[in-house]
């Protein structure tokens, strides 16, 4: 079994940045990929980015492409999510996500093991 928790959430402005954690225990990271989503009020779960274990393979949604990084420490187990250029659209709830593979997946759906969530709010 794999815990996941995110921190780093918050209120910001838009135009702002903030970086998001996700710690896991329970197991090594070192052979999950691993990815990040986001849920706004009354929508769906969206895939926001995602990165293999080595960390060389990276996909990112359109809307978060030139605005957010994906990386990981294997070494501390954790992953980060960077947001920069923040738009009172991002605002949601997100979620940190793994799953044992070699591939790379982009829906929620191919994940087994999910965080609690953190909320980002993004402030007009």
């Known amino acids: 079994q794999v815990q996941l928790v995110e921190s780093g959430g918050g209120l910001v402005q838009a135009g702002g940045s903030l970086r998001l954690s996700c710690a896991a225990s329970?197991?090594?990271?070192?052979?999950?990929?691993m990815g990040w989503f986001r849920q706004a009020p009354g929508k769906e779960r969206e895939f926001v980015a995602t990165?293999?274990?080595?960390?060389?393979?990276?996909y990112y949604a359109d809307s978060a492409k030139g605005r957010f990084t994906i990386f990981r420490d294997n070494a501390k187990n954790t992953m980060y999510l960077q947001m920069n250029s923040l738009k009172p659209e991002d605002t949601a709830v997100y979620y940190c996500?793994?799953?044992?593979?070699?591939?790379?997946?982009?829906?929620?759906?191919?994940?087994?093991?999910w965080g609690q969530g953190t909320q980002v709010t993004v402030s007009s």
């Open positions: 990165i293999s274990w080595s960390g060389i393979t990276i």
């Open positions: 329970g197991r090594t990271l070192s052979r999950y990929a």
């Open positions: 996500a793994a799953r044992t593979t070699n591939v790379v997946p982009t829906t929620a759906a191919e994940y087994d093991y």
